[in-house]
Each structure stands twice: as structure tokens, then as C-alpha cells.
């Protein structure tokens, strides 16, 4: 099976997608239920699975050339994580998140992610840190080429990398799995908001703190971070 995410090997093992200086990112294990997961999330994140968007179970793995079982394991999984409802034999569908929905994952993603960051800012190794200016570097550049799809995958690549050297798994997907809920909600605004709309831009910045150790400074970043996308998205939302 091929995706944006790359393919699954003999064996179980997953190349990455492109390492952001080229090449390929290491070789690690993924089961065929994650990948398609994985690829599913993206579909969720870039709206191209629209909020009511019913799935079943042989369309999917229709879809994806693979057997019932991986993808009814990856869409309960979805459903276990509240980004899908239904399951079984009454099918799946897409969440829609409200406004006090939205609310409550940014408040969640700041009480958890911002301490986070801080100790990523501490612990992380030196490997880590050009994947993340690379991808700060390309994040910064989508947002202003007004690329949603491009920057909410970026985007989701980017925390998946710092929660990767946050030393706390758990805690990472948890955080992982309510970005990708934010951007279920706040892609259609930004769809549909004028070319002049202006998000978030200092990825980059927030790698260089990351990677100059300095925590303090990280976490004030990633605060800043939350309180311009929960703004940013009143305001679309107003704006309808």
C-alpha cells in the first residue's frame, strides 16, 4: 500500500516520510492497522474527510487494496480516539467538533503540551534539532504560501517529532490526537477565510528555543502558540 506517509516493508517496517534535508527518515515498525490510521488522520487533518463523512469498513479497505481486518482495526481505533463515531456494524463517521469542543482542546493541549515542550527544551538530543529547524523552516513558508492542507500536515509532523524526544509516549499521542482534532475544526474556516488571513509563523522560532535549551522561552512560545489559534479560530468562526 502506498500513501503520504510512504509504505509498509516485509517485515513490518515503515520507511518514514521524506526526511526534511532529504533521504529518508529511519527505518522503525509500524503495524499495517497504523499506517492506514495514520494515513486516515492525515485525510481528517486536511479536511479531505469532511466533518459527517461516512466511511464502512469495505469501501476503505477497497480504497487502501488491503484485507477488512487492518482497516476495521484502524477505524475502531479512530473511534476509541474521538475522532470517528459509530463502529461495528453501523459504520463510521467523521466527528464534528463546536466551538466548546474546540475550546476544551486548546485549553488541554496547553495544560499538557506546554510543560512538554519545556522538557523536550531540555532532554532532547543534538540529532534531533535539524529535522525540527527544517521543518520550522518549511512550516513558516507554507503559512504564508496559504497552503492549509500542506501546513496542517506540516504541522502535525512537527509535534509528532517533538513528542517523539518528549520521553513520555503516552503523553505524546494523547497531544497528537487533539491536534489532530483542532484541525478538524479550524481547517474549513481557514478554507474559506480570505487570502490575508494570517496563522501562526514562528515554527522555526520555536525550534531555535528547543534547540538552544532554553525551556522558559519554549514553553512562553508554545502558550503563544495555543492563544493565537484559539483566537484566530473565534474569529473565523464569528465571521460566518
Known amino acids: 500500500m502506498q500513501s503520504a506517509q510512504g509504505s509498509v516493508l516485509d517485515g513490518g517496517l515503515f520507511f518514514g516520510a521524506a526526511d526534511p534535508l532529504g533521504g529518508k527518515a529511519p527505518l522503525r515498525r509500524i503495524s499495517l492497522r497504523q499506517e492506514i490510521a495514520e494515513v486516515l488522520s492525515d485525510d481528517l487533518v486536511t479536511g479531505r474527510l469532511a466533518a459527517g463523512t461516512s466511511l464502512t469498513v469495505n469501501e476503505t479497505a477497497q480504497r487502501f487494496g488491503v484485507s477488512a481486518t ?6 475502531i481505533q479512530l473511534a476509541a480516539q474521538g475522532l470517528l463515531l459509530g463502529g461495528h456494524h453501523r459504520g463510521f463517521q467523521v466527528c464534528t467538533f463546536t466551538w466548546t469542543d474546540f475550546a476544551e482542546i486548546v485549553e488541554s493541549r496547553r495544560l499538557l503540551g506546554v510543560p512538554l515542550i519545556g522538557r523536550v527544551a531540555r532532554t532532547a538530543p543534538e540529532e534531533a534539532m535539524p529535522a525540527l529547524r527544517a521543518l520550522g523552516d518549511r512550516l513558516d513558508a507554507a503559512r504564508w504560501n496559504g497552503d492549509v492542507s500542506e501546513v496542517a500536515l506540516l504541522d502535525r509532523r512537527f509535534f509528532a517529532e517533538l513528542g517523539r524526544w518528549s520521553g513520555n509516549r ?8 487533539l491536534r489532530v482534532q483542532a484541525w478538524m475544526y479550524i481547517v474549513p474556516y481557514l478554507r474559506d477565510a480570505p487570502p490575508t488571513t494570517s496563522g501562526w509563523g514562528r515554527y522555526r522560532e520555536l525550534a ?4 538552544r535549551r532554553d525551556a522558559e522561552a519554549a514553553m512562553a512560545l508554545m502558550r503563544d502558540y495555543t492563544s493565537v489559534g484559539r483566537r484566530l479560530a473565534r474569529e473565523l468562526a464569528d465571521a460566518r
Do not use: I, N
Open 70 to 75: 487492518p482497516v476495521r482495526e484502524a477505524l
Open 208 to 211: 531555535d528555543r528547543v534547540a
Open 170 to 177: 503516552r503523553l505524546a499521542d494523547v497531544l497528537a490526537v
